[in-house]
Nanobody, 126 residues
């Protein structure tokens, strides 16, 4: 199993930046496919970005492409989400997720594919 703890959320003005972190602990972290999701009040959980275990492949939702970047540091067992040019519509709880499945493309942003979830970190853009 893997345990995930997000941090880095906060309040920021439109056009600002934040970097979210997801610290992972547990067995064989480097074998997990990782992703960021977000959920705004009253809305479904939405996939934001995903990355394969070695970091050689990533996928970003159209809604964040060009503004957000997923990355990871396997030496630190940490996943990141750099968020630039933030907009009020980016306001949501952001979650880190992991799965042992090997999934590519749009399927990698589907929440049911993921087994392990963090507790979330709030991002508010005004």
């Amino acid at each position: 199993d893997v345990q995930l703890v997000e941090s880095g959320g906060g309040s920021v003005q439109t056009g600002g930046s934040l970097r979210l972190s997801c610290a992972a602990s547990g067995h064989n972290y480097s074998r997990y496919f990782m992703a960021w999701f977000r959920q705004a009040p009253g809305k479904e959980r939405e996939g934001v970005a995903s990355m394969n275990p070695n970091g050689g492949w990533s996928y970003h939702a159209d809604s964040v492409k060009g503004r957000f970047t997923i990355s990871q540091d396997n030496d630190k067992n940490t996943l990141y989400l750099q968020m630039n040019s933030l907009k009020p519509k980016d306001t949501a709880m952001y979650y880190c997720a992991a799965t042992r499945l090997s999934i590519l493309g749009t399927s990698s942003l589907r929440a049911p594919q993921y087994t392990y979830w963090g507790q979330g970190t709030q991002v508010t853009v005004s």
